[in-house]
């Protein structure tokens, strides 16, 4: 399965500011998702990026929020924007393999103070 | 809309016994995969089963097995020879043909020596 790394592994901000996710993977892949994964609970995906076009979001997740980046096939950026505790969270990143499997990134603890 | 059911929030199983974890979906499609993922403390999502929704074989991966019962749509885990290692946070999780991941609420398995 493809190897995949997360920077940074965990942050501490205050709000209102932004922080920018970086997700590397070691092969191309065509698509990479974003989820995101409140304190005790389940995945909730936020958007989907495909390189070379625009990412697709959820609903409840807006881009003005949520900007995402897919420059070539083996990166992508999340960033949370305008930040609030509320958006104290993990960040992961995923890939797909073999068209049905995904395989996550280590993931982001973000803490917003 | 597909949803996935987890109704067992917390396990426990004793170091060397079994435990089985329990996972039941809802879905009109006839061909979907099913996958079973392991959350550690260390909050990396791992892969620790696959199930193709067409194959009537249980898959199975070393000391990890799967009661896969398309008609009652009931996905079960069990864990054999149970290590402390083991002790997660399990993730019960669905997906269609070209749609998204769906994740279950999760249950949290302890192991004692």
């Known amino acids: 399965s493809a190897v995949i790394s997360q920077k940074p592994s965990r942050d501490i901000c205050q709000r209102g500011t932004s922080l920018t996710i970086q997700c590397q993977v070691d092969s191309q892949v065509t698509m990479m998702f974003w989820y995101r994964q409140q304190p005790g609970q389940s995945l909730t995906l936020i958007a989907t990026a495909n390189q070379g076009s625009e990412a697709t979001y959820e609903s409840g997740f807006v881009i003005d929020k949520f900007p995402i980046s897919r420059p070539n096939l083996t990166f992508s950026t999340l960033t949370v924007s305008n930040m609030s505790p509320e958006d104290s969270s993990i960040y992961l990143c995923?890939?797909?393999?073999?068209?049905?499997?995904?395989?996550f990134g280590p993931g982001t603890r973000l803490t917003v103070l | 809309a597909q949803t996935v059911t987890q109704s067992q929030p917390e396990m426990s199983v004793q170091e060397a016994e079994t435990v089985t974890l329990s996972c039941t979906y809802d879905?009109?499609?006839?061909?979907?995969?099913l996958f079973w993922y392991k959350q550690p403390p260390s909050r990396q999502m791992i892969l620790v089963i696959r199930?193709?929704?067409?194959?009537?074989q249980n898959a199975t991966e070393n000391r990890f097995s799967v009661n896969f019962q398309k008609a009652a749509k009931s996905f079960s885990l069990k864990i054999s020879d149970s290590q402390l290692g083991d002790a997660a946070m399990y993730f019960c999780a669905y997906r269609s043909v070209r749609d998204k991941l769906i994740f279950g609420t999760g249950t949290r398995l302890q192991v004692f020596p």
């Open positions: 995923s890939v797909d393999e073999g068209g049905d499997t995904q395989y």
């Open positions: 879905t009109s499609e006839s061909d979907y995969y």
């Open positions: 199930q193709e929704a067409y194959k009537q």
